[in-house]
Each structure stands twice: as C-alpha cells, then as structure tokens.
C-alpha cells in the first residue's frame, strides 16, 4: 500500500504548538502569592537543614509541639517532628473553617460531563467528613490503628473517605480502582484490612464500568489468603441502578443521623497511609502525618493552598486544601 508524503515547513508545524505558549500571570495573582522572598533559598539551604524546615511545620495546627525535628539515629528509619502530635484531617479540613468555610474545598466535574459540578465548601466537606468518620467508628468498629483498603475512583468520596479515617487515625491503602479484584485482594492481604471500602460503579471514557463487583473477587480471593474482610461499604456512584447484594456487600447508608467526631492530637510518627505496592513492586511503606503535611506544606508556599491536585483519570476533580 502506498502512503502519500507532503513536506511541511516548521512555521506550519509551529502553529499547533500552542502549549508553548507563555502566559505571564497577572501582577495582581503574583503579589498574593506565599512565596515572595527570595531569601527563602540561603534559609532553607543544607547547612540549615534540619532546622528550617520549622517553617513549614509552623504553618500547620500541632496538638502538641515536637521536641526532635529530626531524629536520624537510625538510618534510613528516619523520624520527623519526634514527640509532636498532630492530625492531617484537622489541618485539611477543620483549621480552614473560621476563614475559609464558604470557599470551595471540591470542585469535581464529572464524566459523563452532563451531570452537574459539584462545589463542596470547606463547611459541607467538614460535615461529610465528620459523617463518614461516625460511620466508620460506630458503624464498623474502626479505631486508632486499624487497617482499611479503599478501591475508588476518583471522586469526592474518595478525598472525603481518606480525610474520614485520617480523623479517626485509621490506616488506609487506596488501590487504583482500575485494578483487578485479585490485585485488590493482594492489597487486602498485605494490609490485613478488615474492612473494604469501594463503589458500585463509575464513569471512564464513556463507558459505566461495575467496580463492586471486583470488591466481591477482592473479598473472596483475600479469604482464600488467610485474610476475612468483615464489611464492605459500597458508594453508589451509578444513580437509579440497582445495587445489589451480592457476597453480602451493603450499600454506605444515609450517614447524616451520624453525630460529629472530634479529631485527635496522632503522633507525628503514626501513619495515615498506606503504601503496600507499586505495581507488583513490594515496597511496604507507611506515611507518618508529620512528614507527610510537611511536604504538602511546601506546596502550599509554591502554590498557595495545602494540597491542590488535578486528577485526570475518569473524571477530573480539582482539589484544594484538601
């Protein structure tokens, strides 16, 4: 078969380069911007390390100052804000709500792009959060130390799941929802979570994909490993489709009858995640609170909000300070 070639110049190439485009910001986007002193490099330079990163953890809420910035005596178990005590969902949530609490928190569109954007403030997140923590604590018996898999897409649920058990001080190990039931329940097993937490469907390219039933291959394939799930939440995502029980599995409740759950001061040092896996790489790591907001607390310096992600996989959801 022969293929037809025709010579472009690069000025005609160039015109569909419109990504290198340099836009400068307004001045007036650029003088409320975090970071403006441009000694900010001679502070946080080596010889200053560890003690300068004392600005960072200053801008966070500490239940207890820490007494060691940085313990390194036992390398490569590194210690961050020894003695601190400190809450991730508090700061991500709680700590905004005296200036910020009419400001969106969650700005999701969602895919099919004909359902309505969702605007959560930092006032209905708080509520949500706190709901879903109830929820968890009393419905499910979660506390301090306890070990949950969530297998969601990228949803408000899923930000909102995460910041619940980071309240509760609850570990948990979100798997890519694209993953097979068994790839969950290799998770499941490696974490030795009891409870699983996923939705009953959702939205990629088009196309209304089931995920609860990869929770009922996840709980099933985990079982055969040793490892019993005792409940399995399902957020229904896939509005007016059935639902289904299968393996037992429930659907999350209407939650608003759900009293509010007061965060707790966690060590710096208590992890709120967990990372078991990349890929098929065993990797089991956890992320303390401590050095995990420090590291997103240098992000709000460079970008102006704690955490701001744009997550692009199914559906886009903008978030900020979350």
Not at 233 to 250: F, H, M, T
């Amino acid at each position: 078969m022969s293929q037809n070639t025709a010579e472009v110049s690069e000025a005609e190439i160039a015109v569909h380069w419109q990504e290198e485009n340099y836009v400068n910001p307004p001045e007036r986007f650029v003088a409320q911007a975090n970071l403006t002193d441009k000694t900010v490099f001679d502070r946080f330079s080596l010889d200053n390390v560890p003690d300068c990163f004392k600005e960072y953890a200053n801008l966070l809420h500490w239940y207890r100052p820490w007494d060691i910035t940085l313990d390194a005596s036992n390398p490569p178990f590194w210690r961050w804000f020894v003695g601190g005590r400190i809450n991730a969902s508090y700061n991500c949530v709680d700590r905004h709500l005296a200036k910020y609490k009419n400001k969106t928190a969650i700005h999701f569109v969602p895919e099919p792009e004909h359902e309505a954007i969702q605007q959560v403030t930092y006032q209905e997140l708080y509520v949500r959060v706190n709901e879903v923590a109830a929820l968890l604590r009393d419905g499910c018996g979660l506390k301090k130390g306890d070990r949950v898999t969530l297998h969601m897409p990228m949803v408000p649920e899923l930000p909102i799941t995460m910041l619940a058990c980071a309240r509760l001080g609850v570990i948990h190990s979100q798997v890519f929802s694209g993953f097979s039931g068994k790839a969950t329940a290799d998770r499941i097993v490696d974490s030795e979570s009891r409870v699983l937490i996923t939705m009953d469907a959702y939205y990629r390219s088009g196309q209304l994909l089931d995920q609860k039933e990869k929770a009922d291959v996840a709980v099933s394939e985990a079982e055969k490993e040793g490892v019993k799930v005792e409940k399995v939440l399902v957020w229904q995502r896939a509005q007016g489709r059935p639902r289904g029980n299968a393996c037992g599995r429930s659907a999350v409740p209407d939650v608003h009858q759900w009293h509010h759950r007061k965060a707790e001061g966690m060590s710096a040092q208590h992890r709120w995640i967990s990372v078991l896996r990349c890929g098929n790489v065993e990797i089991y790591s956890g992320h303390p609170s401590g050095g995990c907001l420090l590291v997103h607390g240098r992000h709000r310096l460079d970008h102006g909000t704690l955490l701001h992600r744009l997550w692009t996989a199914g559906a886009r959801c903008l978030v900020g300070g979350v």
